[in-house]
Each structure stands twice: as C-alpha cells, then as structure tokens.
C-alpha cells in the first residue's frame, strides 16, 4: 500500500481543506439566520467528506506504521479534533444565543488552524514552535 501513500496524503490534505471551508461556510451562514446549513443533504454531504477524510487518516496511519496515541504530535491533534468536533456542535445548533454561537465557530475554526499547523509541522506546538525556541 505504500505505493498510494502520495495519492492518500493529496487526498487526505484536500479532504481537510473541503471539510474546513465547508463547515466555516456552514458556521457562517448559521450565524446569518440561514436555512440551508442544517439541512439533510448539506449535513449528509458534510458526514460523506469527514468518513472519507478519516479513512484517508487511517490508511496513512496504517501506511506509515504510526501509533497515534505514542506520536506526540497526533495524540495533539487527536484532542484538537475532539475540541473541533464538540465546537463545531455548539457553534451550528447547540449553543443558547447568537453570541454563544459565534464564540464557538471562532473558537472551533481556532481549533482546525492549529490543527492544521501542528501537522503541517508534526510538533505539537505547531507555529507555536518556531515563536518558542
């Protein structure tokens, strides 16, 4: 299977890119009083991207014979997609008020941008590494 390993980490990196500006979209029409982001098909189409997105991950795991839970930079990034996860929740139907709303889409898309830089660096703190040594 290591021969795929380019064609799954393209995939995998494209797969964050469109469930991140997907559900920044979403978050932002929500705030705006739309419809259309809770919608069936929107939502089934959001569950379609985010399956295929960690079966990408899974492959590369598997490929590149990681253990996610005894590589620093992936258990970060494992908590990070928790946080994304129960923000991203709050932030499109859960949280009370408009304002409570809001805080969590910044706080959730925080969360994927520094999801993003700790892989882009595989340190756990990202960006945050070249500000700190």
């Given at each position: 299977?290591?021969?795929?390993?380019?064609?799954?980490?393209?995939?995998?990196?494209?797969?964050?890119?469109?469930?991140?500006?997907?559900?920044?979209?979403?978050?932002?029409?929500?705030?705006?009083?739309?419809?259309?982001?809770?919608?069936?098909?929107?939502?089934?189409?959001?569950?379609?991207?985010d399956t295929a997105?960690?079966?990408?991950?899974?492959?590369?795991?598997?490929?590149?014979?990681?253990?996610?839970?005894?590589?620093?930079?992936?258990?970060?990034?494992?908590?990070?997609?928790?946080?994304?996860?129960?923000?991203?929740?709050?932030?499109?139907k859960r949280a009370?008020?408009?304002?409570?709303r809001a805080l969590?889409?910044?706080?959730?898309?925080?969360?994927?941008?520094?999801?993003?830089?700790?892989?882009?660096?595989?340190?756990?703190?990202?960006?945050?590494?070249?500000?700190?040594?």
């Amino acid at each position: 299977m290591i021969e795929y390993y380019l064609q799954i980490k393209h995939a995998h990196i494209g797969l964050v890119l469109l469930s991140g500006g997907l559900f920044a979209l979403r978050g932002t029409a929500a705030l705006a009083g739309m419809r259309w982001p809770l919608a069936a098909p929107v939502r089934y189409l959001s569950y379609t991207i985010d399956t295929a997105l960690l079966t990408a991950a899974l492959m590369l795991l598997v490929v590149l014979r990681l253990n996610p839970f005894a590589t620093g930079w992936l258990v970060v990034k494992l908590l990070l997609l928790v946080a994304y996860i129960v923000l991203g929740v709050l932030a499109l139907k859960r949280a009370r008020t408009r304002a409570g709303r809001a805080l969590c889409l910044a706080v959730a898309l925080a969360a994927f941008g520094f999801m993003y830089s700790v892989a882009r660096a595989h340190h756990p703190l990202g960006f945050l590494q070249g500000l700190l040594s």
